[in-house]
C-alpha cells in the first residue's frame, strides 16, 4: 500500500488513551524482533495481558518481551519496584517453563522500591476519601513511593542488601507517615524490623537479576542492538500531559524513556501509539464520550473491559477525537495500532466523538487544563462494519474506511490492527514498521 521504511534501531510503545489499549499484545509481537525489551516507569499498577494458544499471561511488572525466550527484558530505573511481586511473577512465570534467569531479565539497581508504609498508605488515603474525590489508585503504593523518590528519601534497589542502609532508609521514610499511622488513620503498620527482615529476604532473591540498566542499554545502543521502549498505563494518566488530577504519578509519555530508562545521545527512532477503537477509563474522572447506554454495556462486555491488575469494570465510550489528536503531538507518536476493532463488529449503530465544544468555542483538540467535566463532546454517525477480516485475511472495505478516516483525523498512519486476544490476531497494515526491518 506503500512504500517501505528505512530500518529503525529504537521504537516506544505508547498507550495513547486512559491505558488498557493493548499494549502488552503489541509488545509480544514486536518483541520478536528487538534484542531488548525496556520498561520505563509506572510499577505493577499497570498489567498487561497476552494470550498465545489460548493460555493467558498476565505481566504486572517484568516487561512483555519475557514471552519472546530470545531477548532480554529490562527494568529501568524510572520503575518502582514492589520485590515481592517482582519475585511472586518471576516464580509463576519460571512455573509456566518460560525462560527466566539473571541473563534475559535486568533490575536496574536505581530503582525505588515500594515498602509495606508506601502500600498501608496509597490505601489509607484512598478509602478515607469521599467517592467523588477518589483517584481510582490500585493501592499499591505506586505514588507514595514517587512521593518519597521525589523528595530523596526513597530505598533504592542496591539498598536491599546492606540491612544497615535499609534501618536507615526505613526509619527516614517512616518519620512522618508513623504521625500519619497513629494519629490520623489510626492504623497498624509493621515495625522496622520485620521490614528490614522481609526486604532483604527479598533482596537476596533480586540480586541475581540486578544491574546497571543505564550502562547496559548505552552499551546496546552503541552497538546498534534493536531496543524497543514498554509503556505502561497511557499518555492521559502522564503526571504532566495526562488529565490531572485523575493521573498516575510518573511520565506514562515518551518522555519517561530519557528520564526513566536512559538513552544519552540516542533517539527514539518510531513511536507507535495504541489506540482502542473506541475509548475506555478505570477510575475516577471526567469522560466525555462514556456510553452509559445498552450499546456501552455490549461493548463491555464483548470487550471483556476489566483492568488486568483490579479486576475493575472500565468505563467504556466511543472513540475520542480530540484526545486522539493531543496524544499523537504529547508523545510525538509517528503510527497507531488500532486494537479491538472486532468488538464494534455488527454493532447497528457507530459514532466517533470528533470535536469538543468548550467554553463557547469548538476545539478539535484538547490541551493540558482543559476541564473535560465541562466539555460537550460533538459526535458524528459513521458506516458500521460487518467484520473486520475476510476470509481471505485480508481487512474488509468497512473496516479500511473507518482506519483511513482515523488516520485523516489523527494525521498519522495507522500501521497495525489488532481484531481479537490472540498473538497471531494483528495485521500489519502497512508494512512501513522499520523496526520489523
Same mark, same amino acid.
Given at each position: 500500500?506503500?512504500?517501505?521504511?528505512?530500518? &529503525?534501531?529504537?521504537?516506544?510503545?505508547?498507550?495513547?488513551?486512559?491505558?488498557?489499549?493493548?499494549?502488552?499484545?503489541?509488545? #509480544?509481537?514486536? &518483541?520478536?524482533?528487538?534484542?531488548?525489551?525496556?520498561?520505563f516507569?509506572?510499577?505493577?499498577?499497570?498489567?498487561?495481558?497476552?494470550?498465545?494458544?489460548?493460555?493467558? =499471561?498476565? @505481566?504486572?511488572?517484568?516487561p &512483555?518481551?519475557?514471552?519472546?525466550?530470545?531477548?532480554?527484558?529490562? +527494568?529501568?530505573?524510572?520503575?518502582?519496584?514492589?520485590?515481592?511481586?517482582?519475585?511472586?511473577?518471576?516464580?509463576? @512465570?519460571?512455573?509456566?517453563?518460560?525462560?527466566?534467569?539473571?541473563?534475559?531479565?535486568?533490575?536496574?539497581?536505581?530503582?525505588?522500591?515500594? =515498602?509495606?508504609?508506601?502500600?498501608?498508605?496509597?490505601q489509607?488515603?484512598?478509602?478515607?476519601?469521599?467517592?467523588?474525590?477518589?483517584?481510582?489508585?490500585?493501592?499499591?503504593? +505506586?505514588?507514595?513511593?514517587?512521593?518519597?523518590?521525589?523528595s530523596?528519601?526513597?530505598?533504592?534497589?542496591?539498598?536491599?542488601?546492606n540491612?544497615?542502609? @535499609?534501618?536507615?532508609?526505613?526509619?527516614?521514610? /517512616?518519620?512522618?507517615?508513623?504521625?500519619?499511622?497513629?494519629?490520623?488513620?489510626?492504623?497498624?503498620?509493621?515495625?522496622?524490623?520485620?521490614?528490614?527482615?522481609?526486604?532483604?529476604?527479598?533482596?537476596?532473591?533480586?540480586?541475581?537479576?540486578?544491574?546497571?540498566?543505564?550502562?547496559?542499554?548505552?552499551?546496546?545502543?552503541?552497538?546498534?542492538?534493536?531496543?524497543?521502549?514498554?509503556?505502561?498505563?497511557?499518555?492521559?494518566?502522564? +503526571?504532566?500531559?495526562?488529565?490531572?488530577?485523575?493521573?498516575?504519578?510518573?511520565?506514562?509519555?515518551?518522555g519517561?524513556?530519557?528520564?526513566?530508562?536512559?538513552?544519552?545521545?540516542?533517539?527514539?527512532d518510531?513511536?507507535?501509539?495504541?489506540?482502542?477503537?473506541? =475509548?475506555?477509563?478505570?477510575?475516577?474522572?471526567?469522560?466525555? $464520550?462514556?456510553?452509559?447506554?445498552?450499546?456501552?454495556?455490549?461493548?463491555?462486555?464483548?470487550?471483556?473491559?476489566?483492568?488486568?491488575?483490579t479486576?475493575?469494570?472500565?468505563?467504556?465510550?466511543? /472513540?475520542?477525537?480530540? /484526545?486522539?489528536?493531543?496524544?499523537?503531538?504529547?508523545?510525538?507518536?509517528?503510527?497507531?495500532?488500532?486494537?479491538?476493532? #472486532?468488538?464494534?463488529?455488527?454493532?447497528?449503530?457507530?459514532?466517533?466523538?470528533?470535536a469538543?465544544?468548550?467554553?463557547?468555542?469548538?476545539?478539535?483538540? $484538547?490541551?493540558?487544563?482543559?476541564? /473535560?467535566?465541562?466539555?460537550?463532546?460533538?459526535?458524528? $454517525?459513521?458506516?458500521?462494519?460487518?467484520? +473486520?477480516?475476510?476470509?481471505?485475511?485480508?481487512?474488509?472495505? #468497512?473496516?479500511?474506511s473507518?482506519?483511513?478516516?482515523v488516520?485523516?483525523?489523527?494525521?498519522?498512519?495507522?500501521?497495525?490492527?489488532?481484531?481479537?486476544p490472540?498473538?497471531?490476531?494483528?495485521?500489519?497494515?502497512?508494512n512501513?514498521?522499520?523496526f @520489523?526491518?
Amino acid at each position: 500500500m506503500s512504500t517501505n521504511q528505512s530500518q &529503525s534501531q529504537t521504537m516506544a510503545i505508547i498507550g495513547a488513551q486512559w491505558g488498557d489499549e493493548g499494549k502488552g499484545k503489541i509488545t #509480544d509481537f514486536l &518483541s520478536q524482533y528487538a534484542d531488548y525489551v525496556v520498561r520505563f516507569q509506572g510499577g505493577n499498577n499497570a498489567g498487561h495481558t497476552i494470550i498465545v494458544d489460548g493460555k493467558k =499471561t498476565v @505481566l504486572h511488572i517484568i516487561p &512483555s518481551g519475557i514471552l519472546s525466550g530470545h531477548c532480554i527484558s529490562v +527494568i529501568g530505573h524510572g520503575v518502582v519496584l514492589d520485590p515481592e511481586v517482582f519475585k511472586k511473577e518471576v516464580d509463576s @512465570l519460571i512455573a509456566a517453563d518460560v525462560k527466566v534467569t539473571g541473563a534475559n531479565l535486568k533490575v536496574s539497581l536505581n530503582a525505588n522500591v515500594i =515498602t509495606r508504609y508506601h502500600q498501608l498508605l496509597d490505601q489509607t488515603r484512598e478509602n478515607a476519601k469521599s467517592s467523588e474525590k477518589k483517584i481510582g489508585t490500585t493501592g499499591r503504593g +505506586i505514588g507514595p513511593t514517587y512521593e518519597d523518590r521525589t523528595s530523596r528519601r526513597g530505598v533504592k534497589v542496591a539498598d536491599l542488601f546492606n540491612k544497615d542502609i @535499609l534501618k536507615e532508609k526505613l526509619e527516614l521514610i /517512616l518519620q512522618e507517615k508513623e504521625v500519619l499511622f497513629k494519629e490520623l488513620y489510626k492504623i497498624e503498620y509493621p515495625s522496622i524490623n520485620e521490614e528490614i527482615e522481609r526486604l532483604y529476604e527479598l533482596g537476596q532473591y533480586i540480586f541475581p537479576f540486578v544491574a546497571d540498566t543505564f550502562s547496559l542499554l548505552d552499551k546496546a545502543l552503541s552497538e546498534n542492538k534493536k531496543v524497543l521502549y514498554e509503556g505502561a498505563q497511557g499518555v492521559l494518566l502522564d +503526571i504532566d500531559y495526562g488529565t490531572y488530577p485523575f493521573v498516575t504519578s510518573s511520565n506514562t509519555s515518551i518522555g519517561g524513556i530519557y528520564t526513566g530508562a536512559g538513552i544519552p545521545g540516542h533517539n527514539v527512532d518510531e513511536v507507535l501509539g495504541i489506540f482502542k477503537a473506541y =475509548t475506555t477509563r478505570v477510575g475516577g474522572g471526567p469522560f466525555p $464520550t462514556e456510553l452509559n447506554t445498552p450499546i456501552g454495556a455490549h461493548i463491555q462486555d464483548k470487550g471483556k473491559e476489566f483492568g488486568a491488575t483490579t479486576g475493575r469494570q472500565r468505563r467504556v465510550g466511543w /472513540l475520542d477525537v480530540p /484526545l486522539l489528536r493531543y496524544a499523537v503531538k504529547a508523545s510525538n507518536l509517528t503510527a497507531i495500532a488500532l486494537t479491538k476493532m #472486532d468488538v464494534l463488529e455488527d454493532l447497528e449503530e457507530l459514532q466517533i466523538c470528533y470535536a469538543y465544544e468548550y467554553d463557547g468555542k469548538e476545539y478539535d483538540q $484538547t490541551f493540558p487544563g482543559m476541564d /473535560l467535566s465541562k466539555v460537550k463532546p460533538l459526535f458524528k $454517525t459513521v458506516p458500521p462494519f460487518k467484520k +473486520i477480516m475476510d476470509d481471505q485475511g485480508k481487512l474488509t472495505d #468497512d473496516a479500511i474506511s473507518y482506519i483511513r478516516m482515523v488516520e485523516q483525523m489523527a494525521g498519522i498512519p495507522v500501521k497495525m490492527v489488532a481484531y481479537g486476544p490472540e498473538r497471531q490476531q494483528l495485521h500489519l497494515v502497512e508494512n512501513t514498521l522499520g523496526f @520489523l526491518n
